[in-house]
């Protein structure tokens, strides 16, 4: 008996569902791996090294290949919506107006957008930073991205153990069960004292508060740069002030209170060290001729300060999208592993 010919499949209707998973299993077949590293390279996953990634996101842009929003959305089941909180010292009440703040949510709002998700911003008491979680419990939001893990380290790791999807942008500490993300602060520290030091300095005082992980990363740093040096660490030279815009006056009088010879300083933000400038000028010493300064975090108006402020540049375009690359892979179930971005000494006017 002849056999009954089979009706033909019909090819895949462009667009759906079918013609992706086809498109996929094509950009995973021309890349040389699996179809789930291709689904976390075009989700822009840490799990996927750079030039993978960037491979593979070539491949689908000739193939014309794009995430579909609306069908990503309905198989995960969950809303599009991100949390992102930022403690404040109940003491300080340090304002969102800050330019790190500001430059931090632009870059997060960017990648948010890019990825199709809206931003939901909240704050947080910093004694109480267990409360960051609350956007996810009610359902608010699918994950939180804080911004500083200031002093309760053990709350964050309480928060991780019970599986709250949370990314914190701040230092890699011991025994740390959340992801942080965040800057080489220790080298950062360094590149700022060795410059100043390259400069011919040598009383160089530090102002920042030690007791926040990152700023004590930042003084680590310092201090090896010193010892690099054969210079010892002078506690007369190192002010703890937090990062208000009257941190710098404040610890600039501090110095001179003190009666301890300067001749730089290394502050931990640029907004300190504007501030401090500002009033060493109010005590007749000049910048960088009696004072040389270096800021932290290449914040905007430092290009535009007078003298142009040389400071620590933060990646904050990649800060952003590696946060909330690492939050989206929690979500998913997928674990994420702790990222460190690099420091880079950028060289202006008040070191020259």
């Known amino acids: 008996m002849p056999k009954t010919q089979q009706p033909e499949k019909p090819a895949p209707v462009p667009g759906s569902a079918a013609q992706k998973r086809l498109q996929m299993a094509d950009i995973a077949r021309l890349a040389g791996v699996s179809t789930a590293t291709v689904s976390r390279a075009l989700n822009r996953s840490p799990l996927v090294n750079e030039e993978t990634r960037t491979r593979i996101l070539d491949l689908a842009s000739s193939l014309k290949y794009s995430i579909n929003i ?12 991100v949390a992102v909180v930022i403690p404040y010292d109940s003491a300080t009440r340090q304002h969102l107006s800050d330019p790190f703040f500001l ?3 632009g870059s997060l709002a960017d990648a948010l957008t890019e990825r199709g998700f809206d931003m939901l911003i909240s704050r947080v008491d910093a004694e109480e930073l267990d409360a960051a979680a609350a956007p996810y419990d009610t359902g608010r939001a699918i994950g939180i991205i804080l911004v500083g893990q200031w002093r309760h380290h053990d709350q964050l790791n309480q ?18 069960l959340y992801t942080t993300v965040g800057s080489d602060n220790v080298s950062g520290g360094m590149l700022a004292t060795d410059h100043l030091i390259a ?18 990363q930042r003084y680590r740093g310092y201090c090896n740069a010193l010892a690099k040096h054969g210079i010892a660490p002078d ?3 190192r002010v703890s002030v937090s990062f208000l815009p009257t941190g ?21 933000s640029d ?27 290449d914040i905007e108006l430092s290009t535009y300060f007078h003298p142009p402020l040389t400071t620590i540049r933060q990646p904050m375009r990649a800060a952003g999208h590696a946060l909330v690359a690492a939050l989206l892979a929690l979500v998913e179930g997928v674990p994420a592993a702790s990222e460190q971005l690099p420091t880079e000494l950028i060289v202006r006017g008040t070191t020259a």
Not at 159 to 176: K, N, T, Y
Not at 251 to 266: M, P, Y
Not at 278 to 293: C, F, H, W
Request: with cysteine.
């Open 235 to 237: 506690p007369q030279l």
């Open 103 to 105: 430059s931090m949510l």
């Open 199 to 216: 400069r011919g300095r040598r009383r160089i005082a530090f102002f920042g508060d030690i007791n926040l992980p990152e700023v004590a």
């Open 159 to 176: 928060l991780a153990a019970r599986h709250v999807p949370i990314v914190v942008w701040g230092a890699q500490l011991a025994q740390q």
């Open 271 to 297: 907004l300190l060290a504007m501030t401090s400038i500002n009033t060493l000028r109010e005590y007749g010493k000049s910048v960088p001729g009696d004072v040389a300064v270096v800021g932290y975090d």
């Open 248 to 268: 710098g006056a404040e610890a600039v009088d501090e110095l001179v209170r003190r009666g301890a010879a300067f001749d730089a300083i290394f502050a931990c």
């Open 70 to 81: 609306g069908a990503q959305n309905l198989r995960l089941k969950h809303n599009r919506t």
